[in-house]
């Protein structure tokens, strides 16, 4: 995903992914923002982490746009296939391959249960 020059509004920030981790070696909340991986918000709170996050990205959002610099596009407006490409080595294709068919599914099907499990 590239950044783009786009004319999102202020209230748009919202449309980006977010999340809330707790850091053990802060023994705090982080807020977390996928598409501004370097920024972060800690509170002792988690919907205070949540709402920092926000708050801060709205603000970087705003700071870009009178730099004229490209803001990234949130990831919900992106439009997914379905489809990636992943390379592998041979041996691990081949244990795939074989714990597919030894799960009675096809490699693809197999795969996507193993993703979806995490």
């Known amino acids: 995903m590239s950044a783009k020059k ?4 202020l209230s748009d920030h919202k449309q980006y992914t977010y999340r809330v981790i707790w850091s053990e070696d802060d023994h705090e909340f982080v807020g ?3 598409e501004f991986p370097s920024l972060s918000w800690l509170e ?12 801060l990205v709205g603000q970087t959002i705003a700071d870009m746009k009178l730099l004229e610099e490209p803001i ?3 990831l919900s407006l992106h439009k997914y296939s379905g489809r990636f490409m992943v ?6 294709h081949r244990w795939l391959t074989v714990q597919s068919v030894e799960a009675g599914v096809s490699l693809n099907r197999f795969v996507n ?3 979806r499990e995490g």
Request: proline share 10%; hydrophobic share 30%; charged share 25%.
């Open 44 to 55: 002792k709170n988690q919907e205070e982490a949540l709402r920092g996050i926000v708050a």
């Open 87 to 92: 390379r592998t080595t041979p041996e691990l």
């Open 32 to 34: 977390l923002c996928a």
């Open 113 to 115: 249960s193993r993703l």
């Open 72 to 74: 990234p596009e949130p």
């Open 6 to 9: 786009t004319s999102l509004n």
